[in-house]
């Protein structure tokens, strides 16, 4: 069964830090990038950070210099580093995939919960 599955999630003070991670049993090869979203209560979800299969990255705004997208491609897995941790980063927080000469994530994952307390 194709499917992302997050990790990592959880509680911390403001300025503290998390890894997230997903592991990808999709057939990868087919991906053209990966990202993860969030979406905080109340809120729309958002684009945080998204990787292409050639390792180019785009963030947000908000997140530019505190976290860092990469994957490893041997294991399938894409992390999330998220350091200098504001009480408005707390949302859900999913993982996507999207297929080469597709415009729309197919993949998603189930989210995983960062909460950061001021």
């Known amino acids: 069964q194709e499917q992302l599955v997050e990790s990592g999630g959880g509680s911390v003070q403001s300025g503290g830090s998390l890894r997230l991670s997903c592991a990808a049993s999709v057939h990868t090869a087919n991906l053209h990038c990966m990202g993860w979203f969030r979406q905080a209560p109340g809120k729309e979800r958002e684009g945080v950070t998204t990787?292409?299969?050639?390792?180019?990255?785009s963030y947000t705004d908000s997140v530019k210099g505190r976290f860092a997208i990469s994957q490893d491609n041997a294991k399938n897995t894409l992390y999330l580093q998220m350091n200098s941790l504001k009480p408005e980063d707390t949302a859900m927080y999913y993982c996507?995939?999207?297929?080469?000469?597709?415009?729309?994530?197919?993949?998603w994952g189930q989210g995983t919960q960062v909460t950061v307390s001021s």
């Open positions: 990787i292409s299969r050639n390792g180019r990255t």
């Open positions: 996507a995939a999207r297929r080469y000469f597709e415009t729309e994530y197919r993949y």
